[in-house]
């Protein structure tokens, strides 16, 4: 498993451990006899172990030319774009580099290995500038370049996690701002509410008092997280209109309907609740002989959802008589902001008015 994992094209470190070195090492190991190997068989006479020294010689300008353009050159132009002098640059190494092979086959390795004679007479007798320093700059060119592409696709890797986690943070904190911004709302009209009861000396405040408490003990501590069981969204969902059905008692009619499974199913918290709100703020009315509020959930393996319908009032216009035009709050806006951060493009939320008022809300789950 270590080796398998030591070996992933994705793996990035951030510091050099002995698990980099070992990759670095072997990577150029490979580099190193892979060529000892090609020149051998280039060379009628040539001896593989004489090629293996040749190339350790060579080795410290590949690996020199390869750090410089992958940790120094590459991380600051990249950064700002500019590719083509990026290029330009590492031409120039590489043909800098052939230059001093080209010098090491004159002046050194041919006294110095004990290679044959034919192929050392050839290296001596060549002009300085041949095809095979060309050969020599293309060669480095493509040792660093693959390397290069290698270590860019890393950068890549590492920005985008980056970037997830930025997006991840920035969800969060735009999901706990909208969260917090959603309570005080709701404190503000249910206090409201409770001074009403208060001022009449009502003895449904007790039993209000009550019910307030079980919804900020649900919004204090089981709704931090980002997604929460629906029985538990169901059950403050409850509680808010055993609340309401103490404000209003007779005078409103509440359909409350749930149906199929919601267990391990999981939805955004205080999402249900910012519709009802909606429904009760617009659907009671003194000018209808009915006012009704009605709430649907349900649940299937794949799909959540919820619909919530009030009636509205007649009112007087410049045209006659007709329903109020509702406007959503900042209840009803945070809530969307919430779920398109949340699921994006999977879930529907339709709002829809004419005699009636009502939302439906389909998530998949």
Same mark, same amino acid.
């Given at each position: 498993?270590?080796?398998?994992?030591?070996?992933?094209?994705?793996?990035?470190y951030?510091?050099w451990?002995?698990?980099?070195?070992?990759?670095?090492?072997?990577?150029?190991?490979?580099?190193?006899?892979?060529?000892?190997?090609?020149?051998?068989?280039s060379?009628?006479?040539?001896?593989?172990?004489d090629?293996?020294?040749v190339?350790?010689?060579?080795?410290?300008?590949?690996?020199?030319?390869?750090?410089?353009?992958i940790?120094?050159?590459?991380?600051? !132009?990249?950064?700002?774009?500019?590719?083509?002098?990026?290029?330009?640059?590492?031409?120039?190494?590489?043909?800098?580099?052939?230059?001093?092979?080209?010098?090491?086959?004159?002046?050194?390795?041919?006294s110095?290995?004990?290679?044959?004679?034919?192929?050392?007479?050839?290296?001596?007798?060549?002009?300085?500038?041949?095809?095979k320093?060309?050969?020599?700059?293309?060669?480095?060119?493509?040792v660093?370049?693959?390397?290069?592409?290698?270590? !860019?696709?890393?950068?890549?890797?590492?920005?985008?996690?980056k970037?997830?986690?930025?997006?991840?943070q920035?969800?969060?904190?735009?999901?706990?701002?909208?969260?917090?911004?959603?309570?005080?709302?709701?404190?503000?009209?249910?206090?409201?509410?409770?001074y009403?009861l208060?001022?009449?000396?009502?003895?449904?405040?007790?039993d209000?008092?009550?019910?307030?408490?079980?919804i900020?003990?649900?919004?204090l501590? *089981?709704?931090?997280?980002?997604?929460?069981?629906?029985?538990?969204?169901?059950?403050?969902? *409850?509680?808010?209109?055993?609340?309401?059905?103490?404000?209003?008692?007779?005078?409103?009619?509440?359909?409350?309907?749930v149906?199929?499974?919601?267990?391990?199913?999981?939805?955004?918290?205080?999402?249900?609740?910012?519709?009802?709100?909606?429904?009760?703020?617009?659907?009671?009315s003194?000018?209808?002989e009915?006012?009704?509020?009605r709430?649907?959930? *349900?649940?299937s393996?794949q799909? !959540?959802?919820?619909?919530?319908?009030?009636?509205?009032?007649?009112?007087?216009?410049?045209?006659?008589?007709?329903?109020?035009?509702?406007?959503?709050?900042?209840?009803?806006?945070?809530?969307?902001?919430?779920?398109d951060?949340?699921?994006?493009?999977?879930?529907?939320?339709?709002?829809?008015?004419?005699?009636?008022?009502?939302?439906?809300?389909?998530?998949?789950?």
């Amino acid at each position: 498993m270590y080796f398998s994992t030591m070996f992933l094209f994705s793996k990035v470190y951030e510091k050099w451990t002995w698990e980099r070195i070992s990759r670095h090492v072997l990577y150029w190991c490979s580099w190193w006899g892979f060529y000892a190997l090609v020149n051998t068989n280039s060379y009628s006479d040539g001896n593989y172990a004489d090629w293996l020294l040749v190339e350790l010689f060579v080795l410290p300008i590949k690996l020199t030319i390869t750090y410089f353009v992958i940790y120094y050159l590459l991380p600051r !132009f990249s950064a700002k774009r500019r590719y083509f002098s990026l290029l330009f640059l590492t031409l120039t190494l590489c043909f800098l580099g052939a230059m001093v092979l080209r010098t090491m086959e004159i002046c050194s390795l041919q006294s110095w290995l004990l290679l044959s004679g034919e192929l050392c007479c050839a290296w001596g007798k060549a002009p300085f500038f041949v095809f095979k320093m060309v050969y020599k700059a293309l060669d480095l060119l493509f040792v660093v370049s693959l390397v290069a592409i290698i270590k !860019f696709i890393q950068q890549q890797i590492v920005y985008e996690r980056k970037t997830k986690n930025l997006l991840t943070q920035k969800l969060e904190t735009e999901l706990r701002f909208l969260k917090h911004q959603l309570q005080p709302h709701f404190l503000f009209n249910t206090l409201n509410n409770l001074y009403g009861l208060i001022l009449t000396k009502s003895d449904k405040a007790g039993d209000m008092v009550v019910k307030l408490s079980e919804i900020m003990s649900y919004m204090l501590y *089981e709704s931090n997280e980002t997604l929460v069981p629906v029985e538990s969204e169901l059950a403050n969902l *409850e509680n808010y209109i055993a609340l309401e059905k103490i404000r209003y008692g007779d005078e409103l009619q509440i359909d409350y309907k749930v149906t199929g499974e919601t267990k391990d199913k999981k939805i955004p918290p205080l999402v249900l609740i910012s519709f009802v709100e909606n429904a009760f703020k617009h659907g009671p009315s003194s000018n209808l002989e009915t006012s009704w509020i009605r709430i649907l959930t *349900e649940v299937s393996e794949q799909r !959540f959802l919820f619909i919530v319908e009030n009636s509205l009032p007649v009112v007087n216009t410049e045209n006659g008589q007709g329903r109020p035009q509702v406007h959503s709050g900042i209840g009803l806006d945070n809530v969307q902001k919430r779920l398109d951060l949340i699921y994006g493009t999977s879930y529907d939320l339709k709002i829809t008015q004419g005699n009636s008022y009502c939302i439906e809300l389909c998530i998949n789950i």
